[in-house]
């Protein structure tokens, strides 16, 4: 196995310990209470990222045996065994969480294998639509170090990645849409990287690159920079921090539609 396979391997065993920490969280909030809204959403953006992870273990193929445990953890099974819609949320989070084993588990062998990714290049990134190549593991890493940050009840820590994350794609998006079409807009005058991060993120709505997801930006995520570096976490409370982290996903979609 080379050196450059077995970090990648090691990465995903990381990655994947991660969420498992994660859905356990969520099936003990949904076991506490399954109508609560908080847990509901908690729950759909973890499963998300497992379909995003599961997505690239598996090569992008839906016949790949872990890709396969994925779409049935979605089922529940009939008494004559026959698969049908409708599993509850908290047994769907289990089977997950059974799946993420199974990964680690075929990740961790000694022997290598069965490797589950398909190649030894790196797995496609989140943030593949980025155009800055160079950016795209920096903000991967910090995005992974966000969920750490937000799991650890680190929520300043939590809230300035998300915004840190967020002002590098929206700028990376206004930098390849060209300053003469910026301006035509009614951008600012000057370089982007001179604007505020709140003139970044209306000169991007503006020109439509996201639309209305920013909005929802709390007031002390948009002063972000003023509480870089100052100590002054107490104004920073978990519900900012889990709104910015939206208002990212949001954005990450706008800019990547197909993902």
């Known amino acids: 196995m080379s050196e450059g396979l077995e ?3 090691k990465d995903f065993v990381s990655r994947l310990e991660h969420l498992i920490r994660r859905g356990e969280q969520v099936r003990d909030a949904l076991a506490a209470d399954s109508l609560n809204p908080s847990a509901i959403v908690a729950t759909r953006a973890w499963q998300e990222e497992c379909g995003v992870a599961i997505n690239q273990l598996s090569g992008g193929s839906k016949a790949h045996w872990l ?3 994925f779409s049935e953890a979605f089922l529940m099974r009939s008494a004559n065994g026959n698969a049908s819609e409708g599993a509850a949320p908290q047994e769907i989070v289990q089977r997950l969480l059974d799946v993420l084993a199974q990964g680690v588990a075929a990740l961790s062998r000694e022997d290598g294998g069965p490797v589950i990714i398909a190649s030894e290049n790196v797995p496609p990134s989140r943030f593949e639509f ?8 920096v903000l991967e890493q910090a995005y992974s170090e966000n969920g750490l940050a937000m799991e650890q009840g680190e929520y300043a820590l939590a809230m300035r990645t998300s915004c840190g994350i967020l002002e590098a794609i929206v700028t990376d998006a206004l930098e390849h849409k060209g300053l003469n079409e910026l301006a035509a807009a009614g951008a600012p005058a000057g370089k982007i990287g001179e604007w505020s991060f709140d003139e970044r993120l209306t000169v991007a709505e503006n020109t439509r690159l996201i639309r ?3 909005a929802r930006l709390p007031a002390v995520a948009r002063a ?3 509480h870089s570096g100052n100590g002054d976490d107490s104004a920073i409370s978990e519900r900012d921090a889990r709104l910015t982290g939206q208002v990212l996903k949001v954005v990450m979609r706008d800019l990547n539609p197909g993902r």
């Open 7 to 9: 970090a990648q391997i």
């Open 67 to 69: 890709a396969r445990s």
């Open 130 to 137: 980025v155009h800055n190549a160079e950016l795209r593991q």
């Open 212 to 214: 209305g997801g920013c």
């Open 224 to 226: 972000y920079r003023d």
